[in-house]
């Protein structure tokens, strides 16, 4: 089976940082694209940013400049650095990756079980 693990979450003041981290594990044939989602309390999960196998990454607008995604393709994890928090990054963070594990031919996206970010004064 496959699973992903975050860590790195917590209660930050505005302006502070944060690092998170997922790990992939379990019957990984090919580790497709990666990327973190968030969800605040009464919206929808949205993307915050993804990473291809070959480094290349997507952004959205509101983490451009302040976020920075990376992965390590040799140990199946992915981090996103997060700089200049603001009270409107407080939500839920998810870690997603897109998997074709041993026992299918097809890709499958995968989910965390998320780590919750705060940021407040």
């Known amino acids: 089976q496959v699973q992903l693990v975050e860590s790195g979450g917590g209660l930050v003041q505005p302006g502070g940082s944060l690092r998170l981290s997922c790990a992939a594990s379990g019957s990984i044939f090919r580790l497709n694209a990666m990327g973190w989602y968030r969800q605040a309390p009464g919206k929808q999960r949205e993307l915050v940013a993804g990473i291809a196998p070959d480094g290349s990454t997507n952004y959205e607008s509101f983490a451009k400049g302040r976020f920075t995604i990376s992965r390590d393709n040799a140990k199946n994890t992915t981090s996103l650095q997060m700089n200049n928090l603001k009270p409107e990054d407080t939500a839920v963070y998810f870690c997603?990756?897109?998997?074709?594990?041993?026992?299918?031919?097809?890709?499958?996206?995968?989910w965390g079980q998320g780590t919750q970010v705060i940021v407040s004064a």
């Open positions: 997603n990756a897109r998997i074709v594990p041993w026992y299918n031919s097809g890709a499958f996206d995968y």
